[in-house]
C-alpha cells in the first residue's frame, strides 16, 4: 500500500517541523494575528498592582468567584498584560462560561503569556488552542471546535493522545475527523499488514510534526527510505519485531526524549527479564532480582549468548537515543533487560530464553538462561537499595520525590530531590519555603542537593527551589552548595542543574551530568493507532545557558564514580568525598 494512502488517511500533511523558533513555549501566534499596544493604562498604577496580586492569588486557590470580577476590572483598565486574559478565559472555563472565555483566550492568543502556578493552567500557544477547543466543543460549535483542534496539532501540540475518548470533546467525538485528528482512526477492515503500516506512517508524520529538528541528525530522505524498508518488511516480521524496527527508527533522530516504551500496548509488546543491571565503573552487575533469582544480585555479565557484554552494549547503543554516553550508561541496563531487543539486534536467537555468562565475586562462572515476562512501566529504573547489607542514606527514600535531614556533628543539610513533581502532603514550594526557613535558623553553612535519582518530571514547578538555594549561598560567601549528580540527572531536573551551574558557585559532585545544558527535550507524546505502541519525542529546545555553550554534559567539579565493591558493601562514595571538603574548609 502505498505513503500517499497513509497520508491521506491520517488526515494531516506529513510536513517539516520548524525548528528553534517555534520551539512550543515560542509560538508566536500573535505575530500572525497582529495586536497593537494599548495607549490606555490604568489610572493608579499601585491599586492596579495590589489587585492583580490579590487576582493572582485567587486563582492560584482556585477562588474563581472572586478571582473573575478582579480579572475583568483588570483587563478592562489594561488590556495588554496576556497574564490577566489567560487567568480570565481560563477562569470562564472553569466556571463553565464557555463563550466569554473564547474572546478571553483569543486575546491571550493575540498577546502571549507565560503564566505558571495555576492549577490545570497550561499557558504554551498550543493549550491554549485546545482550551478554545474545548469551549466550542462545550457550547455545540462541531466545526470551529475541530478547526482549534487542528490549529494546535499543527503548532505541535504535544499531548495529542489525551483528545482519545476525552470528555471534554464528548459533542464531537463521534466523527471521523475527530477521531483522526486523536490519533485514533483507523481504516476499516484494514489488513494486519496493512494496519501497521499505517502505524508506521502514522510514527513518521508524528516525527515530522512533533520534533522541534527532526533532521538535525539523520536526512529527510534517509529517514523515509528507512521507513520504507520496514514497511516492506513488515509482512515478513513478527508484532515484537516490528516495535522493535520502530524503535530503530525513531533511534535514529538521535538526542534524548525520543524512545518508545514498549510495554501497554495492545499489539507487539515486550517482555522484561527477572533482573535488574547497573554498569559500574568496573562492569555490568545484577543489582536486582525477582524472588527466584536473588542468589543472582551481585553477578558480573561476562557475555549474553556467546557475545561479550561489551559488544552487546555497543550495539543497543544503535536504539539508544540519547544526549550524551553517560544516557547510554543509565539506559543502557535497561535494554539489556529487554529479550526482544536482544534478539532484534542479532545478539541471541531466541527472545524466549537469553543466556548469560555471569561470575560471583570469587571468579566463579555459571551460565544462567533467563526468560522474560510482561511488565508495566513506571519509569525508568534507578540504582535499588540493597538488599545484602543497610542501604546508605542516598538509596533508602528514592520514592519520595522530596524531603531532607540536618546532619548537625559533620556540618550539612542534605537535600535529596528525586523527581520534578508535587508530593501529596506538600507542594514543591511549601517544601522549598521550609527548607529556606530551616537553613536561616539554624545557621548551616553546607547544603548538599543530591539529584542522582532524578530524570526529570514538571519543570515549571522547580524555581521556587532555585531561588532558596540561591538565597542560601548569597547569604554568607562562606556558604557551601554542593550538588551530587549522575547519568540520570536529566530533562528537568537537568535544567536545574544548569541554572545552579550557571547562577552559582556549586560544587558539582559525582559523575557527568545525562543530557547537556542546551538541548533538545521536553516529552511529545504519541500513540500508534492500531498497535496502541506509546512513546515521547522532543518537542522542545531549551536554551539553560548561553548561546555558545556546546557541552555535551555538567561535568563534576569533584569526580566520583562508582564501583560495584562500593555499591554493595553500602558506601555513598559521593558524600564520603564531600564530607571531607567539609572537613578541609
Not at 343 to 371: C, Q, R
Not at 457 to 477: C, K, M, Y
Not at 525 to 545: M, N
Request: hydrophobic share 40%.
Amino acid at each position: 500500500m502505498k505513503k500517499l494512502f497513509f497520508t491521506a488517511v491520517l488526515g494531516i500533511a506529513i510536513t517539516t517541523a520548524p525548528a528553534w523558533a517555534t520551539s512550543k513555549s515560542n509560538l508566536m501566534t500573535n505575530e500572525a494575528i497582529g495586536h497593537q499596544a494599548s495607549t490606555h493604562f490604568p489610572k493608579n498604577g499601585a491599586e492596579y498592582w495590589v489587585m492583580r496580586t490579590k487576582a493572582v492569588n485567587f486563582a492560584k486557590q482556585g477562588e474563581w468567584d472572586k478571582a473573575i470580577p478582579l480579572f475583568e476590572n483588570l483587563t478592562e483598565q489594561y488590556q495588554d498584560d496576556g497574564d490577566t486574559w489567560f487567568l480570565l478565559g481560563h477562569g470562564y472555563l472553569q466556571t463553565e462560561q464557555y463563550q466569554k472565555a473564547i474572546p478571553a483566550l483569543k486575546r491571550t492568543l493575540q498577546i502571549g503569556t507565560i503564566m505558571s502556578g495555576v492549577k490545570s493552567a497550561s499557558s504554551p500557544s498550543n493549550d491554549i488552542m485546545i482550551k478554545i477547543a474545548q469551549c466550542y466543543s462545550a457550547i455545540g460549535s462541531e466545526t470551529e471546535a475541530l478547526a482549534w483542534i487542528q490549529k494546535a496539532i499543527e503548532f505541535r501540540w504535544d499531548d495529542r493522545k489525551s483528545l482519545i475518548n476525552s470528555a471534554k470533546f464528548e459533542n464531537v467525538s463521534d466523527t471521523d475527523q475527530y477521531q483522526k485528528l486523536s490519533g485514533e482512526f483507523l481504516e476499516p477492515e484494514l489488513s494486519r499488514n496493512d494496519a501497521w503500516t499505517y502505524d508506521l506512517y502514522f510514527l513518521l508524520s508524528e516525527i515530522k510534526r512533533l520534533h522541534v529538528d527532526p533532521f538535525h541528525k539523520i536526512s529527510e530522505e534517509e529517514l523515509e527510505l528507512k521507513t520504507k524498508a520496514i514497511a516492506e518488511n513488515i509482512p515478513n516480521l513478527d508484532d515484537q519485531q516490528i516495535v522493535f524496527q520502530f524503535m530503530e527508527l525513531l533511534a535514529t533522530v538521535g538526542n534524548g526524549h525520543n524512545f518508545i516504551v514498549p510495554t501497554h500496548s495492545l499489539k507487539g509488546a515486550f517482555t522484561r527479564l527477572p533482573v535488574q543491571f547497573y554498569w559500574f565503573n568496573d562492569g555490568i552487575y545484577i543489582v536486582k532480582a525477582d524472588s527466584e533469582y536473588k542468589n543472582l544480585i551481585g553477578r558480573k555479565v561476562v557475555s549474553v549468548g556467546n557475545k561479550p557484554v561489551e559488544h552487546v552494549m555497543e550495539k543497543i547503543e544503535g536504539i539508544n537515543a540519547r544526549d550524551n554516553e553517560m544516557q547510554q550508561h543509565w539506559l543502557g541496563p535497561y535494554y539489556l533487560a529487554l529479550p526482544e531487543v536482544l534478539e532484534g539486534l542479532g545478539i541471541v536467537n531466541d527472545a524466549k530464553n537469553v543466556a548469560f555468562t555471569l561470575t560471583d565475586k570469587n571468579g566463579k562462572s555459571d551460565e544462567v538462561t533467563l526468560t522474560g515476562a510482561p511488565f508495566n512501566f513506571s519509569g525508568f529504573p534507578t540504582l535499588p537499595g540493597l538488599e545484602s547489607a543497610d542501604s546508605p542514606e542516598y538509596l533508602t527514600r528514592k520514592n519520595d520525590n522530596y524531603w531532607y535531614l540536618e546532619n548537625k556533628q559533620s556540618n550539612y543539610f542534605y537535600i535529596q530531590f528525586n523527581a520534578v513533581a508535587q508530593s501529596k502532603s506538600q507542594s514543591l514550594a511549601q517544601f522549598s519555603n521550609e527548607v529556606r526557613q530551616k537553613l536561616k535558623q539554624n545557621n548551616i553553612g553546607n547544603v548538599v542537593l543530591d539529584l542522582r535519582h532524578n530524570s526529570g518530571g514538571n519543570g515549571s514547578i522547580v524555581p521556587p527551589l532555585t531561588r532558596a538555594l540561591i538565597h542560601f549561598v548569597e547569604q554568607d560567601a562562606g556558604n557551601k552548595l554542593f550538588v551530587i549528580v549522575g547519568r540520570n540527572t536529566f530533562s528537568a531536573a537537568h535544567l536545574l542543574l544548569a541554572d545552579l551551574n550557571r547562577l552559582t558557585d556549586a560544587i558539582i559532585v559525582g559523575e557527568p551530568s545525562g543530557s547537556r545544558p542546551n538541548h533538545l527535550g521536553e516529552a511529545g507524546w504519541f500513540k500508534l493507532p492500531y498497535s496502541g505502541v506509546w512513546g515521547i519525542i522532543s518537542s522542545q529546545y531549551h536554551q539553560a545557558s548561553k548561546a555558545e555553550d556546546h557541552r555535551i554534559w555538567i561535568a563534576p567539579h569533584l569526580p566520583v564514580t562508582l564501583s560495584s565493591e562500593s555499591y554493595f558493601s553500602g558506601e555513598d562514595s559521593a558524600m564520603e568525598q564531600i564530607l571531607d571538603v567539609i572537613k578541609q574548609q
